[in-house]
């Protein structure tokens, strides 16, 4: 039933699986990357799977508006702007707060891809929004409006997916994994892999290292996506809080505040394996597995997947923060 859903091509897949050397050298297990900063779709990231679904909802709904909230360093806002640059789409991004003194990173992206920015200022995004599609309706325009992090049963979807696309790749390279390392922050990517874990008859860990969520709140939000999303492509389970694998351990000062350890993992990824992370998510993800590792709750007999998400444009809005004087 999974494959009967409408879906777009709007990413480069399959994404890369490539193995960590010089980083499990350094650390002890036998570390892999799952390349999703590589979808494409404007700097790519694990937004543009859930897109494939949910842009094609639009298209069917026959919209001519996407609208979408998020932070004012957003992927999901980024990358809804690029898929409706691509569909000749117009699309309006409610963002968090007021707008800041400078344009960068993701927020510069989403003025080069034409969207519309609104400010929720003190109010809440969810507010804005809704007035918003209410403007577009009573103009004439036919909205479709998506959650933060484009977190549905729907989106979720994509990374469903994503682990038969994964299952796949490690059939034809010989691989197993003890555990799949990843951020988790609206639930959708998480809710996706454990349903596909689910499909795939995975026995491993789907453990989601919260960026933002406190622990009990997050399990549960990727309970009732996992059970919806299960229920969506025919393979009705009721997934249970207390069964989602998830670590709030590490949240520093708050969402999209780094800290020493987003910066260490960031430069640790960076000069042993020339790849980069984001200070917001896979920065975070990083630095708890690196802690996990140094700790021994992950073993250095394990082969571990670390499915990098994307967010890479947030760096160059982190620059004062990453280059220590």
């Known amino acids: 039933m999974l494959s009967q859903l409408p879906r777009l091509p709007l990413a480069h897949l399959p994404t890369p699986l490539e193995p960590l050397p010089r980083l499990s050298k350094a650390l002890g297990p ?62 309006i991004l409610v963002l968090r707060g007021r707008a800041p003194t400078r344009i960068t990173g993701n927020l510069l992206l989403d003025h080069l891809l034409g969207a519309q920015v609104v400010w929720s200022g003190d109010r809440s995004r969810e507010e804005v929004m809704e007035e918003i599609v209410a403007e577009a309706r009573a103009a004439g325009r036919r909205p479709y409006a998506m959650p933060l992090g484009g977190s549905t049963p729907l989106g979720a979807a994509g990374y469903a997916l994503a682990m038969l696309e994964l299952k796949s790749q490690m059939g034809k390279d010989g691989l197993s994994f003890d555990r799949i390392v990843f951020a988790s922050s609206s639930g959708g990517t998480h809710a996706g892999l454990v349903v596909g874990a689910q499909l795939t008859d995975y026995q491993g860990e789907v453990l989601g290292i919260s960026v933002d969520e406190e622990l009990a709140s997050l399990r549960a939000t990727v309970a009732r996506l996992a059970t919806q999303t299960a229920e969506l492509v025919g393979q009705p389970h009721s997934h249970e809080p207390g069964h989602i694998s998830a670590n709030a351990n590490y949240l520093g000062a708050g969402y999209a505040i780094m800290g020493q350890p987003e910066r260490e993992a960031i430069e640790l990824f960076a000069q042993t394996e020339g790849i980069l992370l984001d200070p917001v998510y896979t920065g975070r993800a990083a630095a708890g597995m690196l802690d996990l590792i140094r700790r021994g709750a992950i073993g250095k007999d394990e082969a571990v997947l670390f499915w990098h998400t994307g967010g890479t444009p947030a760096l160059w809005a982190y620059t004062e923060q990453l280059i220590q004087r």
């Open 30 to 91: 036998r570390l892999f990357i799952k390349r999703d900063d590589q979808t494409g779709l404007a700097g790519g990231g694990n937004k543009t799977r859930k897109l494939e679904f949910l842009a094609a909802d639009a298209l069917t709904q026959q919209a001519d508006t996407l609208i979408t909230l998020g932070a004012p360093q957003s992927n999901h806002a980024r990358q809804t702007a690029a898929a409706a640059a691509r569909l000749g789409l117009r699309c």
